[in-house]
């Protein structure tokens, strides 16, 4: 098998330029949703660190990994606490996590209050590997350049 060429000359995805991966967190309602998600991000080796089926729950665990994620999916649309009543909640923490939204389609106004409240990108449902793989891979490295060049 060493001898085998590899056709598959890109670099995974999810890894950042410092080599380490892109750390992740899936928040959707739907079981199914939340793994279809975790499984497309791993499979280009980001790290899903978690997944919560609503807003309450992922801010338990981002407050127990003390915010170390680079990046948490979410739907709008879930019990308990919303994804827009996790935004809210993201922001008084002052957190610097991305947010990108992959959702159902919604209001104009729905989205330009998450666009004003810091979300990166809404992405919208039925789920597609290569466009949230291509959207999410934007948003990193767009952020991750700014981050750089002010260093």
């Known amino acids: 098998m060493k001898d085998f060429p590899n056709l598959n000359t890109k670099e995974p995805d999810g890894i950042s330029p410092t080599g380490k991966p892109?750390?992740?967190?899936?928040v959707d309602g739907k079981d199914f949703q939340r793994k279809q998600l975790a499984?497309?991000?791993?499979s280009e080796q980001y790290k899903v660190v978690e997944t919560a089926s609503n807003g309450k729950e992922a801010l338990e665990k981002y407050d127990k990994l003390k915010g170390k994620i680079d990046l948490i999916t979410t739907d709008l649309d879930m019990p308990v606490l919303d994804g827009y009543a996790m935004l809210y909640e993201l922001s008084q923490r002052k957190s610097e996590t991305l947010v990108v939204f992959i959702s159902e389609e919604t209001t104009?106004?729905?989205m330009q209050d998450l666009?004003?409240?810091?979300?990166k990108d809404y992405i919208l449902k039925p789920v597609?590997?290569?466009l949230v793989l291509e959207r999410v891979?934007?948003?990193l490295t767009k952020y991750y350049k700014?981050?750089?060049?002010?260093?």
């Open 39 to 42: 499984q497309i991000f791993e």
């Open 128 to 130: 597609n590997r290569r």
């Open 22 to 26: 892109y750390v992740i967190m899936v």
């Open 115 to 119: 666009i004003s409240m810091g979300v």
């Open 137 to 139: 891979k934007n948003v």
């Open 108 to 110: 104009k106004g729905v």
């Open 146 to 151: 700014k981050t750089e060049s002010l260093l």
